[in-house]
Protein backbone atom coordinates (compact mmCIF):
# COMPACT_ATOMS: atom_id res chain seq x y z
CA UNK A 1 0.00 0.00 0.00
CA UNK A 2 1.19 3.31 -1.18
CA UNK A 3 1.32 6.49 1.04
CA UNK A 4 -1.79 7.96 -0.89
CA UNK A 5 -3.66 5.13 0.00
CA UNK A 6 -2.90 5.23 3.65
CA UNK A 7 -3.67 8.64 3.48
CA UNK A 8 -7.10 7.79 1.61
CA UNK A 9 -8.12 5.07 4.18
CA UNK A 10 -7.51 6.73 7.00
CA UNK A 11 -9.11 9.82 5.78
CA UNK A 12 -12.45 7.62 5.23
CA UNK A 13 -12.01 5.81 9.11
CA UNK A 14 -11.81 9.49 10.36
CA UNK A 15 -15.21 10.80 8.07
CA UNK A 16 -16.90 7.64 9.68
CA UNK A 17 -15.58 7.68 12.75
CA UNK A 18 -14.20 11.42 14.21
CA UNK A 19 -13.96 10.69 17.67
CA UNK A 20 -12.98 7.20 18.39
CA UNK A 21 -12.90 5.80 21.54
CA UNK A 22 -12.13 2.80 23.57
CA UNK A 23 -14.67 -0.22 24.38
CA UNK A 24 -13.41 -0.33 27.63
CA UNK A 25 -15.41 1.40 30.26
CA UNK A 26 -13.73 3.82 32.45
CA UNK A 27 -13.01 7.59 34.05
CA UNK A 28 -9.45 7.98 35.46
CA UNK A 29 -6.07 6.58 33.89
CA UNK A 30 -6.51 3.95 37.13
CA UNK A 31 -9.15 2.58 35.60
CA UNK A 32 -8.17 2.32 32.42
CA UNK A 33 -5.22 1.13 33.66
CA UNK A 34 -6.61 -1.91 35.16
CA UNK A 35 -9.11 -2.53 32.56
CA UNK A 36 -6.38 -3.17 30.31
CA UNK A 37 -4.17 -5.22 32.04
CA UNK A 38 -7.48 -7.35 32.71
CA UNK A 39 -7.88 -7.56 29.05
CA UNK A 40 -5.20 -9.73 27.91
CA UNK A 41 -7.18 -12.42 26.55
CA UNK A 42 -10.02 -11.61 27.21
CA UNK A 43 -12.74 -9.58 25.63
CA UNK A 44 -13.98 -5.90 26.54
CA UNK A 45 -17.56 -6.93 27.00
CA UNK A 46 -16.45 -9.20 29.86
CA UNK A 47 -13.96 -6.98 31.15
CA UNK A 48 -16.97 -4.18 31.25
CA UNK A 49 -19.08 -6.44 33.02
CA UNK A 50 -16.19 -7.17 35.76
CA UNK A 51 -14.99 -3.24 36.55
CA UNK A 52 -18.96 -2.39 36.50
CA UNK A 53 -19.57 -3.96 40.06
CA UNK A 54 -15.66 -3.36 40.86
CA UNK A 55 -14.97 0.15 40.20
CA UNK A 56 -17.99 1.46 42.50
CA UNK A 57 -15.84 -0.38 45.35
CA UNK A 58 -12.87 -0.04 44.77
CA UNK A 59 -11.27 2.47 41.58
CA UNK A 60 -7.95 3.71 43.35
CA UNK A 61 -5.05 1.57 44.46
CA UNK A 62 -5.44 2.44 48.39
CA UNK A 63 -9.53 1.27 47.78
CA UNK A 64 -7.99 -2.09 45.85
CA UNK A 65 -5.23 -2.53 48.68
CA UNK A 66 -7.87 -2.20 51.48
CA UNK A 67 -10.31 -4.74 49.00
CA UNK A 68 -7.47 -7.38 49.29
CA UNK A 69 -6.44 -10.17 46.94
CA UNK A 70 -9.29 -12.60 47.91
CA UNK A 71 -11.95 -10.22 47.48
CA UNK A 72 -10.62 -9.05 44.53
CA UNK A 73 -10.58 -12.06 43.08
CA UNK A 74 -14.36 -12.37 43.46
CA UNK A 75 -14.74 -9.42 41.45
CA UNK A 76 -12.80 -10.55 38.42
CA UNK A 77 -12.94 -14.35 38.25
CA UNK A 78 -15.30 -14.03 35.13
CA UNK A 79 -12.42 -13.26 33.11
CA UNK A 80 -9.76 -15.46 31.92
CA UNK A 81 -6.91 -16.06 34.08
CA UNK A 82 -8.02 -14.36 36.97
CA UNK A 83 -5.79 -15.55 39.31
CA UNK A 84 -2.82 -14.11 37.71
CA UNK A 85 -3.84 -11.03 36.78
CA UNK A 86 -5.88 -10.47 40.44
CA UNK A 87 -2.40 -10.77 41.93
CA UNK A 88 -0.70 -8.51 38.82
CA UNK A 89 -3.60 -5.37 40.28
CA UNK A 90 -2.24 -5.88 43.89
CA UNK A 91 1.12 -5.77 42.83
CA UNK A 92 0.32 -2.85 40.29
CA UNK A 93 -1.50 -0.86 43.17
CA UNK A 94 1.55 -1.44 45.63
CA UNK A 95 4.02 -0.26 43.40
CA UNK A 96 1.68 2.66 42.67
CA UNK A 97 0.97 3.56 46.07
CA UNK A 98 4.74 3.01 47.08
CA UNK A 99 6.18 4.80 43.90
CA UNK A 100 3.85 7.41 42.57
CA UNK A 101 1.85 8.61 45.06
CA UNK A 102 -1.07 6.74 43.89
CA UNK A 103 -1.32 7.99 40.30
CA UNK A 104 -0.66 6.24 36.95
CA UNK A 105 2.69 7.33 35.74
CA UNK A 106 3.13 8.95 32.36
CA UNK A 107 5.99 7.49 30.83
CA UNK A 108 6.88 3.97 29.22
CA UNK A 109 9.88 2.96 31.52
CA UNK A 110 7.86 3.50 34.86
CA UNK A 111 4.64 1.71 33.02
CA UNK A 112 6.61 -1.12 31.89
CA UNK A 113 7.45 -1.79 35.16
CA UNK A 114 4.28 -2.28 37.15
CA UNK A 115 3.28 -6.04 36.96
CA UNK A 116 1.41 -7.39 34.38
CA UNK A 117 1.86 -4.50 32.16
CA UNK A 118 3.54 -4.88 29.21
CA UNK A 119 4.66 -2.57 25.75
CA UNK A 120 0.96 -3.10 24.46
CA UNK A 121 -0.63 -2.24 27.59
CA UNK A 122 1.95 0.72 28.15
CA UNK A 123 0.99 2.29 24.51
CA UNK A 124 -3.00 2.00 25.58
CA UNK A 125 -2.11 3.97 28.63
CA UNK A 126 0.20 6.41 26.73
CA UNK A 127 -2.64 7.02 23.76
CA UNK A 128 -6.48 6.68 25.48
CA UNK A 129 -5.43 8.37 28.84
CA UNK A 130 -2.62 10.72 27.62
CA UNK A 131 -2.70 11.15 24.19
CA UNK A 132 0.40 10.03 23.61
CA UNK A 133 0.86 9.15 19.17
CA UNK A 134 1.59 5.76 20.98
CA UNK A 135 0.98 2.38 18.48
CA UNK A 136 -0.53 -0.31 20.64
CA UNK A 137 -0.36 -3.38 18.11
CA UNK A 138 -2.71 -6.19 19.48
CA UNK A 139 -3.74 -9.34 17.76
CA UNK A 140 -6.76 -6.76 15.18
CA UNK A 141 -4.24 -4.27 14.23
CA UNK A 142 -1.36 -6.48 13.48
CA UNK A 143 -4.02 -8.72 11.55
CA UNK A 144 -5.45 -5.51 9.67
CA UNK A 145 -1.75 -3.92 8.98
CA UNK A 146 -0.56 -7.31 7.23
CA UNK A 147 -3.78 -8.13 5.82
CA UNK A 148 -4.35 -5.10 4.00
CA UNK A 149 -0.83 -3.92 3.21
CA UNK A 150 -0.88 -0.87 5.62
CA UNK A 151 2.36 -1.91 7.44
CA UNK A 152 3.24 -5.63 6.99
CA UNK A 153 5.45 -7.55 9.28
CA UNK A 154 6.68 -10.85 11.05
CA UNK A 155 5.65 -9.44 14.58
CA UNK A 156 4.22 -7.20 16.76
CA UNK A 157 7.09 -4.73 17.34
CA UNK A 158 8.05 -4.66 13.44
CA UNK A 159 4.40 -3.42 13.01
CA UNK A 160 4.47 -1.01 15.31
CA UNK A 161 7.20 0.59 13.89
CA UNK A 162 6.00 0.33 10.19
CA UNK A 163 2.69 2.07 11.34
CA UNK A 164 4.39 4.98 13.51
CA UNK A 165 6.43 5.69 10.01
CA UNK A 166 3.69 5.21 7.48
CA UNK A 167 0.33 6.49 9.59
CA UNK A 168 0.05 10.41 8.10
CA UNK A 169 0.79 11.63 11.77
CA UNK A 170 -2.15 13.88 12.10
CA UNK A 171 -3.83 10.52 12.12
CA UNK A 172 -1.49 8.74 14.63
CA UNK A 173 -3.54 9.62 17.52
CA UNK A 174 -6.71 7.99 16.82
CA UNK A 175 -4.77 5.03 14.43
CA UNK A 176 -5.36 2.76 17.30
CA UNK A 177 -9.17 3.13 17.86
CA UNK A 178 -9.83 2.97 13.99
CA UNK A 179 -7.56 -0.15 13.28
CA UNK A 180 -8.95 -2.22 16.18
CA UNK A 181 -12.44 -1.34 15.90
CA UNK A 182 -11.86 -1.97 11.52
CA UNK A 183 -10.28 -5.78 13.09
CA UNK A 184 -12.85 -6.44 15.28
CA UNK A 185 -15.89 -5.67 13.25
CA UNK A 186 -14.95 -5.66 9.12
CA UNK A 187 -11.51 -7.34 8.81
CA UNK A 188 -12.08 -10.19 10.87
CA UNK A 189 -9.30 -13.13 11.33
CA UNK A 190 -11.96 -15.91 9.28
CA UNK A 191 -14.24 -14.21 7.50
CA UNK A 192 -13.69 -10.84 6.74
CA UNK A 193 -16.56 -8.94 5.45
CA UNK A 194 -14.51 -7.84 2.94
CA UNK A 195 -17.73 -6.22 0.30
CA UNK A 196 -18.95 -4.51 3.12
CA UNK A 197 -15.52 -2.43 3.65
CA UNK A 198 -14.99 1.01 3.43
CA UNK A 199 -11.81 0.67 2.42
CA UNK A 200 -11.88 -2.42 0.09
CA UNK A 201 -10.75 -0.92 -2.74
CA UNK A 202 -7.29 0.54 -1.15
CA UNK A 203 -6.24 -2.79 0.25
CA UNK A 204 -4.10 -5.06 -0.82
CA UNK A 205 -5.19 -8.48 0.77
CA UNK A 206 -6.37 -10.92 -2.71
CA UNK A 207 -8.83 -13.39 -1.07
CA UNK A 208 -11.33 -10.63 -0.58
CA UNK A 209 -14.41 -11.90 0.42
CA UNK A 210 -17.72 -12.02 -2.05
CA UNK A 211 -21.33 -10.75 -0.90
CA UNK A 212 -23.45 -13.18 0.62
CA UNK A 213 -26.70 -14.50 -1.65
CA UNK A 214 -28.56 -12.97 0.62
CA UNK A 215 -26.84 -9.64 1.57
Not at 5 to 28: C, G, H, I, S, W
Not at 68 to 89: F, H, P
Request: aromatic fraction near 6%.
Amino acid sequence: MNNAKRLDMFTRFRAANPQPVTELEYTTPFELLIAVLLSAQSTDVGVNKATRKLYPVANTPAKILALGLDELTEYIRTIGLYKTKAKNVIATCKILQEQHGGEVPRDRESLEALPGVGRKTANVVMNTAFGEPTMAVDTHIFRVANRTGLAPGKNVDIVEQKLLKFVPKEFLHDAHHWLILHGRYTCMARKPLCWNCMVADLCDYRAKTPAPADA
